[in-house]
């Protein structure tokens, strides 16, 4: 897979191509990009994604404290684990968003010369969205594409979308999430001096520092599957403030215990896969009930089964790793 990022540095002769934010790329997305994978790959062309950061409504809305699923350098290794070929991430900016539908389009077609795109049921492009379905069709017959238009993706009687999915994290409900994407919720991060109290409790923990536009799980302990030098373990971990030990804390600390492991891990990235919920953050009356919580939450994290299976995942040179 190819990740370039602007459309200017990409010249195509040919290719199958979808337009979109994809962020998670969840279910939805993998609908229609299975699609175009299969049909670009028949026709021996490459499936090419264009997507954009930051989002359109962080420029257009000025939207505060957005967070993202993925960032864009996950968002394209997700795509390229799908057999997408080439993933542009494209700057949107005010002078993006104010171009037209059809000048826009005659720029995707300079570059790309997509004989397909593919789109979702809602999508639309250009100045004030302007390039809706009826239009974008239109221009398909002035610049030789066809239009593919795939209809939503429903689960539990819900369209399946990256607002549903960052909306499961934030109520802490880590398994709608993984049934959305179609895998566990992954974040990762360089693992950074914290301030050891873990270690002094028999109980080491790796402080993680995780993109701060990143969206996080509710406050709370989680069981997950921690990836960590082409290796899998079992882990405990906290999202939250610490309260038993950091009252004022406005700053939220990601912070994971993983079994049976106990060697130095500072300035390596951990990947953590959120599997469940195991309870809320609480303050604890003293240090002794805190481990001996901490220590059940260990117990039952050694003991939870997902599905009978156990997840894999591709390594950066594309093996699988379980």
Not at 68 to 89: F, M, Q, R, W
Not at 152 to 174: T, W, Y
Not at 190 to 215: C, F, H, S
Not at 272 to 290: G, N, W
Request: one cysteine or more; glycine letters at 8%.
């Amino acid at each position: 897979m190819q990740h370039y990022w602007s459309l200017d540095d990409v010249y195509l002769d040919g290719c199958w191509q979808t337009i979109g934010s994809f962020d998670g790329v969840h279910l939805g997305h993998q609908t229609l990009l299975k699609e175009l994978i299969i049909g670009a790959h028949k026709k021996s062309l490459p499936a090419v994604v264009l997507t954009f950061h930051p989002h359109p409504a962080v420029v257009l809305r000025n939207r505060q404290n957005h967070t993202y699923l993925t960032s864009p350098e996950e968002k394209a290794k997700l795509l390229g684990n799908l057999d997408v070929d080439i993933v542009v991430t494209h700057p949107f900016t005010r002078e993006l968003s104010n171009m037209s539908a059809r000048d826009f389009v005659a720029r995707m077609h300079r570059h790309l010369r997509m004989t397909h795109l593919y789109v979702g049921y809602d999508f639309a492009l250009g100045r004030g969205r302007e390039g809706n379905i009826a239009v974008l069709r239109l221009l398909g017959e002035e610049f030789d594409y066809r239009l593919n238009v795939i209809n939503p993706v429903e689960m539990e009687g819900e369209k399946v979308s990256s607002s549903q999915i960052r909306n499961a994290l934030f109520d802490g409900e880590v398994e709608k999430a993984r049934r959305l994407l179609g895998r566990p919720y992954n974040l990762s991060g360089m693992v950074i001096q914290g301030d050891g109290r873990g270690r002094l409790l028999g109980i080491p923990t790796a402080n993680l520092q995780v993109w701060k536009e990143r969206a996080l799980p509710k406050s709370g302990v989680y069981i997950c599957q921690a990836y960590l030098e082409a290796k899998i373990y079992k882990a405990v971990t906290n999202v939250g403030y610490r309260p038993t030990f950091d009252n004022r804390s406005l700053t939220t600390v990601v912070e994971t215990h993983i079994l049976d492991f106990n060697q130095d891990l500072y300035g390596k990235t951990i990947e953590l896969s959120f599997m469940a919920r195991l309870r809320d953050e609480q303050k604890f009356p003293d240090v002794q009930t805190l481990i001996e919580q901490i220590l059940y939450d260990i117990e039952r994290a050694r003991s939870f089964q997902i599905d009978g299976a156990v997840i894999e995942r591709r390594t950066d040179e594309g093996e699988t790793i379980s």
